[in-house]
């Protein structure tokens, strides 16, 4: 069971989720904004301060890999501080009105790396982590850009005696002016995947497609990735829930709806971006966000509940708005039905345009 708590210091709040695993191991997910005003640095200075009294207080408890969303990457990017683990940015703003969020995922007694590929490794669960941010290019269109992120992926989980296909659990793809980029994106990714033997008849893997941008307007897509090592293929179950949604590639994309881990001493769960879509690859409710968001939620709920989870399970949140209107519908809804869970709310449209929300999640859980 997952356990809630809020804290709030003199500059911020942050919501946290703590997960003990059968050995005793804590993980953590916080996240985290700034209650003190002011502009970008001030903020962003008080979420780190924040951050560092929580990790002394916790004693043994690191960051392994974290995230800021940004409101201006133009202008804020380049103040981001490096970390000792896996740090993703991004223009994504916050709708709570600050300039600047922050996702942390933190585990006990786990020592991060960083390797001459720009990959950062930590041992935990009986397995290694590899986590990579910011993967991009600034040449030719979308499709290109993706073709060339992916192709170097793969190439350096090749040298380390791993394959995109056997080992990426989960990726990010932050695409800039999605409406226009994203089916590059699509077509770039799908060739790639069927290089690497990644097809409907195999598998695909866990993925949010969104909107996000870095500050170099010549960059049309960003990857993370997240791929471990010394998980057996029995270990991982693909996510479907076909009574609500429908296999991605019958709409021509290639990603699983989620994917559930096992490990030695827990269970993880990827739950990609999901939206209110239903087993025909129908938008559910066109142009209503408050039924999008109830149907959005039961489509994950049906996600979890074939991983054997349920959303007490859940350590984070992150819900997705096309239009910054829809902010006091949807942040309604979520937090009467979730009001302890570490959720952010953020700017970014779906790929989609006829979905106005979306949410991912991960969760954690006991070996059943």
């Known amino acids: 069971m997952v356990e809630f708590s809020t804290y709030e210091s003199s500059s911020c709040t942050v919501w946290s989720s703590l997960f003990i695993s059968g050995t005793g191991q804590k993980e953590y997910h916080l996240i985290m904004r700034p209650d003190c005003g002011g502009g970008f640095p001030e903020q962003y ?13 916790e004693g043994s408890v690191r960051p392994i890999f974290m995230r800021w969303f940004l409101s201006d990457a133009s202008n804020q ?11 993703s940015v991004i223009e994504q703003p916050p709708l709570d009105g600050t300039k600047v969020a922050l996702w942390v995922w933190l585990a006990e007694d786990v020592f991060p790396e ?44 090749n040298s380390r005696g791993m394959s995109l296909k056997d080992n990426c659990l989960r990726t990010w793809l932050f695409v800039h ?8 994106v699509v077509k770039g990714r799908r060739e790639c995947f069927e290089n690497e033997g990644l097809t ?12 996000g941008r870095v500050a170099d307007p010549a960059v049309r897509v960003v990857m993370d990735a997240y791929s471990v090592n010394g998980v057996s293929e029995e270990s991982i179950r693909f996510l479907k829930a076909p009574s609500h949604m429908n296999p991605t590639h019958e709409y021509g994309v290639t990603f699983e709806r989620g994917t559930a881990v096992n490990y030695s001493d827990r269970k993880h769960v990827f739950l990609s971006g999901t939206a209110s879509i239903n087993n025909k690859g129908e938008v559910v409710h066109p142009g209503d966000v408050g039924r999008q968001c109830i149907r959005m939620i039961e489509n994950i709920k049906a996600l979890l509940q074939e991983a054997e989870c349920s959303y007490d399970d859940v350590m984070q949140m992150l819900v997705y708005l096309r239009d910054i209107s829809d902010y006091g519908t949807v942040s309604k809804l979520v937090k009467e039905r979730f009001p302890e869970h570490p959720i952010v709310f953020l700017w970014a449209p779906v790929c989609r345009p006829g979905w106005l929300v979306e949410m991912e999640c991960m969760a954690a859980s006991p070996i059943s």
């Open 45 to 57: 200075s008080a979420l780190r301060k924040t951050l560092g009294e929580f990790i002394e207080g």
């Open 177 to 184: 002016n999605i409406d226009v980029n994203y089916a590059g």
């Open 77 to 87: 990017l380049a103040l981001v501080e490096d970390e000792d683990c896996a740090v």
């Open 114 to 157: 960083l390797d001459k590929d720009g990959m950062w490794t930590a041992d935990f669960c009986g397995v290694q982590h590899i986590w990579t941010s910011g993967n991009c290019s600034s040449d030719g269109d979308s499709e290109s850009q993706m073709r060339e992120i992916f192709n170097s992926y793969s190439e350096k989980l």
């Open 200 to 211: 409907a008849d195999s598998h695909y893997i866990a993925s949010t497609g969104i909107a």
